[in-house]
């Protein structure tokens, strides 16, 4: 393997310009959220499909690794960092053309380089019959990187993978290929129809190590007639199960078509407000008790979520209706159009300067917290699940990563990277049974607080069978003792969630060992496929554990 020669052939291939390899630079393009990151070798921009082949065809004569990433926001599960040292990142943020929209078939097809935000402004202004989905992360998150890990969104269209249809691979062997709907050059159905002839074969680039993506479809939602939305907080937590399995029903019935994101009382702490650090007895983490004093103070529910309701006006009726008589007699069921969400920012300035007015502080808060029984703050987060349940993407929740490790969260240009904060997400799928899912809810919590974690959990239905159970675990970045804490609690939970038989539903790039702990004879296979393809072991050597790599380690 010649590293030196590689960079300097990339060099004559791109231009000097796009290949980074001073160690200041790639110390600040490597930074990421969670522990013990594998700083890349290099990180190379190129600007075409016909150079990534290129590129490719150099890495397998000078037996180098690459790693793609499209803007390399992959925030806690690794950002744009390798998995194996040496290896060069092959960032495509200057592939960014979106090359077609079709309004008839409602998809578009893009390179990877273009962002939640590109697309959605790009519909605004040309296609707005159509919309995006997006993610409740970055705007600058790239719509086909997150689709190729598998990300969810929020819409009807959430699955962002399954959504995906039609890619442009180049291969570890440097050829370009095409997949979905007849796989050639002519195919008159290649983003419309999904399965192509023969073995399917997308799945191989989605949490794989089978080529770099250059370009692919992506389904887009026709405009319905009517939208609207809802939020629906849980006041008693004993009554877990019995919301589950009721959102489980409406959403099997088709009443519910979001991708619902649930989430307990302290996850929606971290977005509306900072860690109390400052507070007498200021705990390490917030235990039950804790938790449950500082939700009080936000009128936060110990359970949570937001949905959007789409079709003709009678249909939003309908549903409307059916979402009442299964959870109203629960908790607390609101819906919102678009007038009453435009809305809501005057009626929260209204009641800020009431609070800030002296006389009127206790009229602000009898409004706020025994009226409307919701605070300032969380009614500023309604305007943006609002429009996130439209695809319009916003960096109001992302910004929770900011809750301990900074004394305020910045209100523009998000980055927890660049910002220091420690953060790892691990996200077991559970089945969506109320009791079940209660159950490991209860044991992961106790788990948390027995280790001196905070309990932050999330719950992303990606379909009406199965439940993401989203963990963060936040740690000090700067403070390698508590980043080893946060390490071993996150190994400690991904041994015993797949003991329970509960794999994750995405992986970061650390920790990758356990992966196929439970099933060698589907590794072994996975292995033996990728290294035909792969037979320099050049693309994204341990990936998800998979891969050789090209100095041959397992
Ligand atoms: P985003 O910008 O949406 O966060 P990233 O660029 O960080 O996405 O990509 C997340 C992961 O997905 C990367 O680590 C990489 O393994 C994989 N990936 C992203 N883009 C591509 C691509 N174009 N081809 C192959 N794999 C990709």
Same mark, same amino acid.
Request: include cysteine.
């Given at each position: 393997?010649?590293?030196?020669?590689?960079?300097?052939?990339?060099?004559?291939?791109?231009?000097?310009?796009?290949?980074?390899?001073?160690?200041?630079?790639?110390?600040?393009?490597?930074?990421?959220? $969670?522990?013990?990151?594998?700083?890349?070798?290099?990180?190379?921009?190129?600007?075409?499909?016909?150079?990534?082949?290129?590129?490719?065809?150099?890495?397998?004569?000078?037996?180098?690794?690459?790693?793609?990433?499209?803007?390399?926001?992959?925030?806690?599960?690794?950002?744009?960092?390798?998995?194996?040292?040496?290896?060069?990142?092959?960032?495509?943020?200057?592939?960014?053309?979106?090359?077609?929209?079709?309004?008839?078939?409602?998809?578009?097809?893009?390179?990877?380089?273009?962002?939640?935000?590109?697309?959605?402004?790009?519909?605004?202004?040309?296609?707005?019959?159509?919309?995006?989905?997006?993610?409740?992360?970055?705007?600058?998150?790239?719509?086909?990187?997150?689709?190729?890990?598998?990300?969810?969104?929020?819409?009807? +269209?959430?699955?962002?993978?399954?959504?995906? /249809?039609?890619?442009?691979?180049?291969?570890?062997?440097?050829?370009?290929?095409?997949?979905?709907?007849?796989?050639?050059?002519?195919?008159?159905?290649?983003?419309? +129809?999904?399965?192509?002839?023969?073995? +399917?074969?997308?799945?191989?680039?989605?949490?794989?190590?089978?080529?770099?993506?250059?370009?692919?479809?992506?389904?887009?939602?026709?405009?319905?007639?009517?939208?609207?939305?809802?939020?629906?907080?849980?006041?008693?937590?004993?009554?877990?199960?019995?919301?589950?399995?009721?959102?489980?029903?409406?959403?099997?019935?088709?009443? $519910?078509?979001?991708?619902?994101?649930?989430?307990?009382?302290?996850?929606?702490?971290?977005?509306?407000?900072?860690?109390?650090?400052?507070?007498?007895?200021?705990?390490?983490?917030?235990?039950?008790?804790?938790?449950?004093?500082?939700?009080?103070?936000? /009128?936060?529910?110990?359970?949570?979520?937001?949905?959007?309701?789409?079709?003709?006006?009678?249909?939003?009726?309908?549903?409307?209706?059916?979402?009442?008589?299964?959870?109203?007699?629960?908790?607390?069921?609101?819906?919102?159009?678009?007038?009453?969400?435009?809305?809501?920012?005057?009626?929260?300035?209204?009641?800020?300067?009431?609070?800030?007015?002296?006389?009127?502080?206790?009229?602000?808060?009898?409004?706020?917290?025994?009226?409307?029984?919701?605070?300032?703050? $969380?009614?500023?987060?309604?305007?943006?699940?609002?429009?996130?349940?439209?695809?319009?993407?916003?960096?109001?929740?992302?910004?929770?990563?900011?809750?301990?490790?900074?004394?305020?969260?910045?209100?523009?240009?998000?980055?927890?990277?660049?910002?220091? /904060?420690?953060?790892?997400?691990?996200?077991?799928?559970?089945?969506?049974?109320?009791?079940?899912?209660?159950?490991?809810?209860?044991?992961?919590?106790?788990?948390?607080?027995?280790?001196?974690?905070?309990?932050?959990?999330?719950?992303?239905?990606?379909?009406?069978?199965?439940?993401?159970?989203?963990? /963060?675990?936040?740690?000090?970045?700067?403070?390698?003792?508590?980043?080893?804490?946060?390490?071993?609690?996150?190994?400690?939970?991904?041994?015993?969630?797949?003991?329970?038989?509960?794999?994750?539903?995405?992986?970061?790039?650390?920790?990758?060992?356990?992966?196929?702990?439970?099933?060698?004879?589907?590794?072994?296979? $996975?292995?033996?496929?990728?290294?035909?393809?792969?037979?320099?072991?050049?693309?994204?050597?341990?990936?998800?554990?998979?891969?050789?790599?090209?100095?041959?380690?397992?």
């Amino acid at each position: 393997m010649s590293l030196v020669r590689a960079l300097a052939r990339f060099r004559a291939l791109l231009g000097p310009e796009h290949v980074l390899e001073d160690e200041a630079g790639l110390a600040r393009a490597g930074r990421t959220t $969670i522990p013990d990151p594998v700083p890349p070798a290099a990180v190379v921009r190129p600007g075409s499909a016909d150079e990534v082949q290129a590129l490719v065809r150099v890495a397998v004569e000078e037996g180098v690794p690459l790693w793609p990433a499209s803007r390399g926001k992959n925030w806690g599960y690794g950002t744009l960092t390798p998995a194996r040292s040496g290896t060069v990142v092959v960032l495509l943020e200057r592939m960014d053309r979106i090359l077609e929209v079709d309004r008839e078939l409602a998809f578009a097809r893009l390179e990877p380089g273009v962002t939640y935000r590109q697309l959605a402004a790009h519909l605004a202004s040309h296609a707005p019959e159509l919309w995006p989905d997006c993610t409740d992360s970055t705007p600058e998150g790239s719509v086909i990187g997150n689709a190729l890990e598998r990300g969810v969104g929020q819409t009807p +269209y959430g699955d962002h993978f399954g959504n995906l /249809c039609g890619l442009e691979v180049v291969t570890p062997t440097g050829e370009r290929i095409r997949t979905g709907g007849g796989g050639f050059e002519t195919s008159r159905v290649w983003n419309a +129809y999904k399965w192509g002839l023969g073995p +399917y074969v997308e799945g191989l680039f989605s949490q794989g190590n089978f080529g770099i993506v250059t370009q692919a479809g992506t389904w887009l939602m026709p405009r319905p007639e009517a939208f609207g939305s809802y939020t629906f907080g849980l006041p008693r937590e004993e009554d877990f199960p019995a919301m589950l399995d009721a959102v489980r029903g409406l959403a099997l019935q088709g009443v $519910i078509q979001t991708r619902l994101h649930m989430f307990n009382a302290y996850t929606g702490l971290t977005v509306v407000t900072q860690h109390p650090h400052h507070r007498p007895g200021g705990a390490r983490f917030l235990d039950k008790r804790g938790a449950a004093a500082l939700a009080e103070e936000f /009128c936060m529910p110990p359970w949570s979520f937001m949905g959007g309701l789409y079709g003709s006006a009678g249909e939003v009726a309908a549903r409307k209706r059916a979402l009442r008589r299964s959870l109203g007699r629960l908790g607390r069921l609101t819906f919102l159009d678009d007038r009453l969400a435009d809305w809501v920012p005057t009626a929260k300035e209204v009641l800020d300067r009431m609070a800030r007015t002296p006389g009127m502080r206790r009229l602000a808060r009898f409004t706020t917290h025994r009226l409307l029984r919701r605070s300032p703050e $969380i009614l500023a987060a309604v305007p943006h699940v609002h429009g996130l349940l439209k695809g319009q993407p916003t960096e109001f929740f992302v910004r929770h990563a900011y809750f301990k490790s900074h004394p305020e969260k910045p209100d523009r240009d998000v980055d927890p990277a660049r910002d220091g /904060c420690g953060l790892m997400y691990l996200a077991p799928v559970a089945p969506m049974r109320g009791r079940e899912v209660h159950e490991l809810l209860a044991w992961l919590e106790a788990e948390h607080h027995e280790a001196g974690f905070d309990f932050y959990a999330g719950l992303l239905m990606v379909n009406p069978r199965a439940v993401v159970v989203l963990l /963060c675990l936040a740690f000090q970045k700067g403070d390698p003792a508590d980043a080893a804490r946060a390490s071993a609690f996150y190994r400690f939970l991904v041994e015993k969630t797949l003991a329970k038989g509960y794999p994750r539903y995405r992986g970061s790039v650390a920790f990758p060992e356990d992966y196929y702990a439970a099933s060698p004879a589907l590794r072994g296979f $996975i292995e033996r496929l990728q290294a035909a393809v792969d037979p320099a072991g050049i693309m994204a050597p341990g990936k998800y554990g998979i891969g050789r790599g090209a100095a041959g380690r397992p």
